[in-house]
Nanobody, 124 residues
Framework: QLQLVESGGGLVQPGGSLRLSCAAS????????IGWFRQAPGKEREGVSC????????YYADSVKGRFTMSRDNTENTVYLQMNSLKPEDTAVYYC?????????????????WGQGTQVTVSS
């Protein structure tokens, strides 16, 4: 059974850091495009970053560029999202998702498999 499990969320003060993990089972993450998304209360789910399998290229939303870094550990079949200089507006449930290797967008509808999400709260 294909499954994605996120972890690493929590409560952090503004300016702090967190590293989210997305572990896959039942399939090899390196064969898919992987995206990170977030959804705040009352807002639509938005794309944060993605790694395109075909081009091995990483994309970031303007709101997180320079602060967030996405990486992949193929030996652990895990993708990470390092989040630095966190702001209160980064508060949301964060999801990882897997899609076809040709996907180069963070549009949620292109992704087939989703994790259950992990809560990130940035507050003093």
């Amino acid at each position: 059974q294909l499954q994605l499990v996120e972890s690493g969320g929590g409560l952090v003060q503004p300016g702090g850091s967190l590293r989210l993990s997305c572990a896959a089972s039942g399939f090899t993450l390196d064969s898919y495009a992987i995206g990170w998304f977030r959804q705040a209360p009352g807002k639509e789910r938005e794309g944060v970053s993605c790694i395109n399998r075909a081009e091995h290229t990483t994309y970031y939303a303007d709101s997180v560029k320079g602060r967030f870094t996405m990486s992949r550990d193929n030996t652990e079949n895990t993708v990470y999202l390092q989040m630095n200089s966190l702001k209160p507006e980064d508060t949301a449930v964060y999801y990882c998702a897997a899609g076809p290797p040709w996907v180069v967008t963070t549009t949620p509808s292109y992704y087939d498999y989703w994790g259950q999400g992990t809560q990130v709260t940035v507050s003093s």
